[in-house]
Each structure stands twice: as C-alpha cells, then as structure tokens.
C-alpha cells in the first residue's frame, strides 16, 4: 500500500505533540474500508488484501512516511478548564496531499497509550468505532463538513469499560485535528511564540486566502483567522440545527478551527422535536442541549478568541474591541444561515420579512404536536403542489398528536411558497434534495452496536451504512428506516466512548 505523506505538523516545534508509537492489536480483522475515500486521498490499496489493510489500520504496521504523534492541546469541558488533555488514545499517522492540493490528516484512534492518556488504556471499544464510522459518513453525504471515516478493524481484543466489550481501531481523516483546545494549550502556558506559530500555521493550511485580504495588508491577519474560524463554526452549528443533530459533547477540545464536526460521542439526531433535547448521559445540566448549541459555539470561539489577543494587538483594550466585535458577528451569520437553510427546507428560494416567524411558529407547532423532525420535513416536500385534500396532507397531519395543529400553518406556508419565484415542481425537487430520508437513527445504530457487540455480526452495520450514506434517495424496499422508534426502541441517554 502506498500512502503519499507530507507532514507538516510533524515539523512543527517538538513540544506541539509526543512522537509515540502505536500499540499493536492481537488479531486485527477488517471491519470496513472505504475506498472511495481513499482514492480521494490518492491511497493506491489495489493490490492490499484485508489482511494487510487490517495490519496496516490496526497500528500493526506502519506505512512508509508515517510519523505517528500525539497532539497536545487542553480545553474546557462543560465549562472547566482542563489545563492537559492532548490525544489519550489517538495517533496522527500523517498528511496526505490530494491532486486538488488539499491537505487532509489521517490518524488512528483507539491506537494505545499516548503520554497524555491520563491513567486511560488508549483503546476503543467497538461500539464508539461503529457509531463514528456511521455518523461520520452519514453527515457527509448530508453536505455537512466533518471527519471522516476511512477504516475500522476489529482488534481481537477486550476492552474494560463498565464491561468487558471487544476492541476495535478507527482511522479518521479530517482537514485537520487543531482545535480550539489546541491554541488554549499555549495561551495558558504563556507561550507566544507557540501561538504565533500554531496560528500561522493555521492560516496557511485552512485560510489562505487570509494572506491576501485587507486585513491582512493592514497587519491584521489574526484578526481575520478569528473572524474566518467564526464563519466556519457559524455555518457548521446552523447545518447541524437544520438537521435536528445534537453533537452532545461541544468542549473546546471539540471544536475545529477547519469547521469540521468531530469526536462523535454522546451525538444523536432527534426524533420527536424538543429544543431542550439532551442525550448525552455526561450531559446532566442541558449545557449542550440542542438549543444550546448556537451560543455554545460562540462561548467557545470567545475563548479562541482570548488566546488570540496579543498577536491581534499590542494594546489589550484595542485587541478586545476588534475581537468582541467579531464575536458580535458570528451570533448575526449563524442566525441569518440557519434561516436560508430553513428556507430552503421549506422550498423557498426569496427572502421575506415574516419567514422567521414562519419557521419559529412551525418549530413551535412540532414540539407542541411531539412530531418527528425528520420525518415531518421528508413528507413535507411531497406536500408541494397538493392541497388539504390529498393523501400528502393526511401523511404530514397525522404526524401530529392533534392533526388540527398544521391546518392554520399549511395555509400560511402555501401563501408564502405562491409568493416565492420557484415553481411548484422546482420547490419540491429543492425540498427533496435538502430533507433527508434516511438519517442513523438512534435505536438503528444501538442495534447495529448490539449485534456486533454480542453476536460478531457485522451485516447489520454494512447496511445501515450503505442506506444513511444515500440520505435523499427514496429506497422503497427500506421504508422501515426511515421510520422513528417506536415506544420500546427509544434511545434515552447515549455514552462516549471513553
């Protein structure tokens, strides 16, 4: 297998990471691949059988180039500052280039003790692997910016949570693994030089375009990184809400400077919506509850921001100003993004003064009719065009617990589509490309986790896998995915894998 690495973090001043190596498994198996991606990544495994694919992403071997390091950073968690997190169970392998000259990482997780694994064994329990190869997956064929999932290989091990449960090791690629968390780490230690490095290091890989900018001529391109990173989170946190996904964990130390979502831990998708949905068992006060999340980000992008603020200016008072103004920003960006793809759920393509209410009123009438999100929006689009007299109509209402709820907003929501400059075919065919059929479920991906958890058998994740990775495609012969629990199925809390 030839993997074309070009490390650039690894050049980085030695104290950005350990150099660790990863701890070999017992009897690596293949669980899956996912050879689109690597193509992507420009990876030839044409010639790699399973077993040498499940060497090679099992730490086991180590392709050529690899320099396998654990990052160091810190963060909040639920509020509190942990000044020494770091990678406790992750390796960055290395970068790879692809041939549009992006530069993506490649790191093992559940790979072994790290120096930062804090007591922790540095593995994995099947289960966590199975869940972010899914989610991971799933939400990029939704269009969200996320991590992704290259491999997972079972490591012909146990693993000692609460019980013992068998081991695996997932790869995930991403644009990158700084995080805010990342730039908190040399702020408390005072470390400038560290900072200014980390930060230019930062623009080059994901801003360039920063270099170019006015900011920039004007000696401010920290202040653009800043705002940069705001409008990537804004945009990220607002796709999140239009899906009705609840990352369930959004420390410092989870949050990307690239916009990308990652560590799909305590996550789910909401069935019944509920605004104060919380699912994460770790979660005890709501801070991360799905409407939380908004001002949960802009928490977070506030202390990137403190760590920013010598190199923005050598005057304290005038670094805060430029700094808080950006903050400012973000809250108006995530409001106005999040509305456009409220709209376009709705099939509307112009901007009027009362969508917001439009889409407030109708968020309000799901949580008071304990309807479900997904689905609502899914029969939704099929709703273009047909009046209260059609079966499209009695699909939607009847998801309501009182199906008199939706007629007063019907009328509204058709006043304003006869409004909007799309036909009635092209609304529909907008609403069908933007409302998914299928997302992984909660009591879908728990039964995946149960089978192969107590039964080694794996053909229920390959499934699930194939049906959430082709969201908007209608799959007749699987209409039962895209159903919601029923009462004995409902997943209430979910864990990390930790």
């Known amino acids: 297998m030839q993997i074309p690495f070009r490390n650039s973090y690894a050049r980085l001043p030695e104290h950005f990471y350990a150099a660790t190596q990863p701890t070999p498994v017992a009897e690596p198996q293949l669980i899956a691949f996912n050879s689109a991606l690597a193509e992507q990544l420009g990876i030839d495994t044409r010639q790699a059988s399973d077993e040498e694919l499940a060497q090679w992403f099992a730490g086991n071997r180590l392709p050529e180039g690899a320099e396998p390091i654990a990052m160091a950073y810190c963060g909040h968690q639920f509020g509190q500052l942990n000044p020494q997190l770091g990678d406790g169970r992750a390796l960055l392998l290395g970068e790879v280039v692809n041939d549009q000259g992006l530069r993506f990482d490649m790191q093992l ?55 013992l449960e068998p081991g695996a090791v997932f790869t995930r690629v991403a644009a990158s693994h700084i995080r805010v968390g990342t730039f908190q780490y040399f702020a408390l230690r005072r470390d400038l030089d560290a900072l200014k490095t980390l930060a230019d290091h930062v623009i080059e890989r994901h801003f360039p375009q920063v270099l170019c900018s006015p900011a920039a001529n004007s000696e401010q391109p920290y202040l653009e990184l800043l705002s940069s990173v705001c409008t990537a989170q804004a945009e990220l946190i607002a796709h999140w809400m239009q899906l009705g996904f609840i990352h ?53 992008l506030a202390r990137l921001a403190e760590t920013l603020l010598p190199l923005i200016s ?145 053909r229920p994740f390959h499934k699930l896998l194939e049906i959430v990775t082709q969201p908007f495609d209608e799959q007749p012969e699987r209409l039962a995915y895209q159903q919601p629990p029923a009462e004995g199925e409902k997943v209430l809390k979910t864990f990390c894998g930790t």
């Open 248 to 300: 369930g964990v959004m420390n410092t130390d989870n949050m990307t400077v690239s916009g990308e979502t990652i560590d799909y831990g305590p996550c789910a998708f909401m069935d019944t919506y509920r605004k104060d949905q919380v699912f994460s068992s770790i979660d005890r006060g709501g801070r991360y509850a799905f409407h939380n999340q908004p001002a949960i980000g802009q928490w977070n």
């Open 314 to 458: 050598d005057d304290e008072q005038t670094a805060v100003e430029l700094a808080t103004e950006c903050l400012e920003q973000y809250s108006q960006f995530h409001q106005n993004t999040w509305l456009n793809g409220m709209r376009r759920k709705l099939g509307l393509s112009t901007e009027h003064d009362g969508d917001s209410a439009l889409v407030d009123d109708l968020l309000a009438l799901l949580e008071q009719g304990e309807v479900d999100y997904t689905l609502f929006f899914r029969r939704l689009s099929w709703l273009c065009g047909e009046d209260e007299n059609s079966d499209a109509y009695r699909n939607v209402a009847e998801l309501f617990n009182r199906p008199e709820l939706f007629n007063d907003w019907h009328v509204r929501w058709q006043q304003r589509q006869a409004e909007d400059a799309l036909l009635p075919e092209q609304q529909q065919q907008q609403m069908l490309a933007t409302n998914p059929a299928y997302i992984p479920r909660n009591h879908r991906v728990a039964e995946v986790i149960k089978a192969a958890e107590e039964d080694g058998d794996l």
């Open 109 to 163: 997780k559940g790979s072994g003790r790290t120096p930062f694994s804090r007591g922790g064994d540095g593995r994995s329990p099947i289960g966590p692997v199975l869940r972010e190869y899914l989610l991971c997956e799933a939400m990029h064929a939704l269009g969200v910016p996320t991590t992704r999932a290259l491999a997972a290989v079972a490591s012909g091990e146990t693993v000692v949570r609460e019980r």
